[in-house]
């Protein structure tokens, strides 16, 4: 009767969120930790994927091979986050394509965050900040100009070459990146870039 579901309730809400983190592997709770500290709403795992792989290449000593990541189609992909994320949804902890966090999985979160410290936390804040600020094409057209390699599909790389320099000037406008990484990312040099926003009359902060 109802005292039965009354008592499932109870054990649910129970739960030891410290063991089941304790349980969880390494790469499970940064992923956990990164649902949890996006304010905006993630792109399926391609932005994921990216701010892991940005915050990798910035702390090498700290991911030490937490994540391989391969080249592939659309960017750096890594087979271990594809998995985790298979397995928190699976466990009821997020869901749908932008991975929103469920009630337990926030619970998780909270448990998470006390553990990671700097600069782990500030370098993923900020790659989220830099990453969810940014449209899918300037985001893969940031990600092909600083590191090529990493985009293996030949016709999103001919896609991303015809408008890397609008994209770079975008990117330039939000203040996502600055001139002499946006005239690398129009693929052009200093000069020219500066000269091409002279001619269209932007006005940019140096």
Same mark, same amino acid.
């Given at each position: 009767?109802?005292? %039965?579901?009354? =008592?499932?309730?109870?054990? $649910?809400?129970?739960? @030891?969120?410290?063991? #089941?983190?304790? !349980?969880?592997? +390494? /790469? ?43 080249? %592939?189609?659309? =960017?750096?992909?890594?087979? $271990?986050?594809?998995? @985790?994320?298979?397995? #928190?949804?699976? !466990?009821?902890? +997020? /869901? ?111």
């Amino acid at each position: 009767g109802s005292s %039965h579901t009354m =008592g499932v309730q109870m054990t $649910r809400s129970c739960r @030891d969120y410290g063991q #089941i983190v304790r !349980d969880m592997s +390494a /790469s499970q709770t940064l992923v956990i930790f990164c649902l949890g500290t996006s304010e905006e709403p993630m792109r399926g795992d391609v932005d994921l994927q990216t701010l892991l792989f940005l915050s990798s290449i910035e702390l090498p000593d700290l991911f030490e091979g937490t994540f391989v990541f391969q080249q %592939h189609a659309n =960017g750096p992909f890594s087979e $271990r986050i594809f998995e @985790d994320v298979t397995a #928190i949804i699976k !466990d009821g902890y +997020a /869901s749908g394509s932008d991975l929103k966090l469920s009630n337990e999985g926030k619970e998780i979160y909270k448990e998470v965050e006390k553990h990671i410290e700097e600069p782990l936390k500030s370098t993923i804040q900020k790659n989220i900040e830099f990453v969810s600020g940014l449209t899918k094409q300037e985001l893969q057209t940031f990600i092909y100009a600083t590191f090529p390699d990493y985009i293996v599909d030949s016709e999103v790389r001919m896609k991303i070459q015809r408008n890397r320099v609008k994209n770079a000037i975008s990117m330039l406008m939000k203040e996502k990146i600055t001139a002499s990484q946006a005239a690398k990312v129009a693929g052009m040099g200093y000069d020219e870039f500066e000269n091409h926003l002279n001619t269209l009359k932007i006005r940019w902060k140096s």
